[in-house]
């Protein structure tokens, strides 16, 4: 696997790439890898002749410094995963090759900025179309493969596609869960031993949700998952929605297709996930 820091040196290297013919897929990250983001590499590879992952902590999607300070960063561990994984370019900049002081950014996303995770996470997804179109700029991916676990984000990130006509096609690879049900995540590390037993209570009640979706009972629905969510010790919900799958608007029983999206506090880590209905 070839490792790059710097924007030059990798965009040279893939411009030569691009000049014999040759397909590229992109997995961008922050790190901290786990068998979600190998899924992505796995897709990637079995569609193109190159495969290019990121790992750049993006800390213009952080809205709490905290979070960003202790966001893992283990980056030894991870190129060794990705080698194994088979990647094939590992880019991982510092922030100074990717930010140049005072940069503003913003982009007219509409309303899905501020649903769900942009209502408790103001700015987040300004901070992540920013990296992103950074990114697809450097890059120049054919195809980008991004979790099912951040939903919102692939919509975010659909939507800056079409807004700036980026030539890019994304594919959105289902979640990969412990055997118990617990959505793969970088920040699942900081669960302790208690909160890990108590973070099921996400998972369990998504199933229970999709197993009982009744369109014409979404207020009760909703209502039952957040009251199961409110009585597990330790977790503290932040939302519990039933959503138009396309636009993130609540869901009504007219709603083609419909998604179950959570996010919570299970101790002091901050947890999402989600499942499709239908
Ligand atoms: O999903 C993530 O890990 C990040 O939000 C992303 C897409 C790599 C942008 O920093």
Excluded at 38 to 65: E, H, M, W, Y
Excluded at 122 to 135: A, D, E, I, N, S
Aim: charged share 20%; hydrophobic share 40%.
């Amino acid at each position: 696997m070839k490792v790059f820091t710097t924007t030059r040196e990798v965009q040279q290297y893939l411009a030569e790439l691009r000049s014999k013919g040759l397909s590229t897929g992109f997995v961008a990250t922050m790190g901290a890898l786990h068998h979600g983001h190998l899924s992505l590499i796995a897709q990637a590879k079995r569609a193109n002749d190159i495969v290019i992952c990121s790992i750049f902590v993006n800390p213009t999607q952080f809205n709490d410094p905290a979070d960003l300070e202790k966001y893992p960063r283990p980056i030894a561990h991870d190129t060794q995963m990705l080698e194994q994984a088979g990647c094939d370019i590992l880019f991982n900049p510092p922030v100074s090759e990717l930010y140049a002081d005072n940069e503003h950014w913003h982009l007219a996303l509409g309303e899905i900025e501020h649903l769900l995770e942009g209502e408790f996470r103001p700015g987040h997804y300004q901070g992540v179309t920013q990296v992103v179109y950074k990114l697809f700029n450097i890059i120049k991916p054919d195809t980008a493969y991004f979790g099912q676990k951040d939903y919102q984000q692939f919509m975010v990130i659909t939507k800056m596609v079409e807004l700036l006509d980026l030539p890019v096609k994304l594919i959105m690879c289902p979640i990969i869960r412990e055997e118990d049900g617990l959505a793969m995540s970088s920040r699942n590390i900081h669960l302790t031993v208690e909160d890990r037993l108590h973070s099921l209570i996400l998972s369990k009640t998504l199933n229970w949700v999709k197993q009982n979706f009744d369109r014409n009972n979404i207020a009760g629905l909703q209502i039952k998952a957040a009251d199961a969510i409110n009585a597990e010790d330790g977790v503290s919900l932040e939302y519990f929605e039933l959503t138009d799958a396309d636009t993130l608007q609540p869901a009504s029983p007219h709603t083609k297709s419909v998604v179950a999206l959570v996010a919570a506090r299970v101790g002091k880590t901050r947890l999402i996930d989600n499942v499709l209905m239908n």
